[in-house]
């Protein structure tokens, strides 16, 4: 399996060099205020997740949508939270740079940050439950986001969700994401892709559209949803366990 990983790491090496040019643009175009690229920043964490995660053999992707300013855009790891990084997935002592422009209500403190992201907890905790491990989740399930850059708006700094975006470099970023979806999926060989929420699962039929790869969905675990919290969260947790392995 060291093949798939050394084909991730470049595909996400790919997507965070592209991606980062778009990013500039789209604050030039006025699309966004700020962008962050925690691919940039947090690479090295990112790095090990990927060898950690993404050679044991999985064939369903958990596919996010874009990184929170709790998780991803702290740590560099799709629906990361400080507990789910340092003590189910055993990532620590690896520093986190900052962008180079930093909103003041958008920190950066990398695996030290200091509030949990809720939707990490909820996605990884039940992965943990169903399955164990992170070696044994690895075997079963690589989880991914769409999109890697973290697209803030205002004096609150708030998360802008790439589809609520629009315009040239939108379309070309969504090219890029689409691209490095495919080469996930080929790295992997995997047979079927877990869309978390209605976003990513049409960017999932779209981008592997004719390539045999199966796409499902299964509820977004964000606090701001209500399906997710429903029934104190049992209704989310009965509604992913059907897609996974």
Known sequence: MAGAVFELIAAASRLRDGSQ???TRMVSEGVADL???PLNYAWNVHEEFIRRTGGSGAKCILLGMNPGPHGMGQMGIPFAATSVVRDLIGITGISVAKPEVIHPRRPVNGLEHPKEEVSGTRL????????????KISKEIYVVNHCPLMILNGDRGTNVTPNNISGK???ELMDICDQHLREVVDALDATKVVGIGKYAENRAISALCGLGVSV??????????PLANRNGGADWRAN?????P
């Open 169 to 171: 470099s939108v379309e």
């Open 216 to 225: 499902e969905t299964c509820w977004h675990p964000s606090p701001a949803s």
């Open 35 to 37: 962008v962050y690229n």
């Open 240 to 244: 992913i366990s059907k897609v996974l």
């Open 21 to 23: 040019s778009i990013a």
């Open 124 to 135: 990884w905790g039940m992965l943990e439950h169903r399955y164990g491990s992170i070696d």
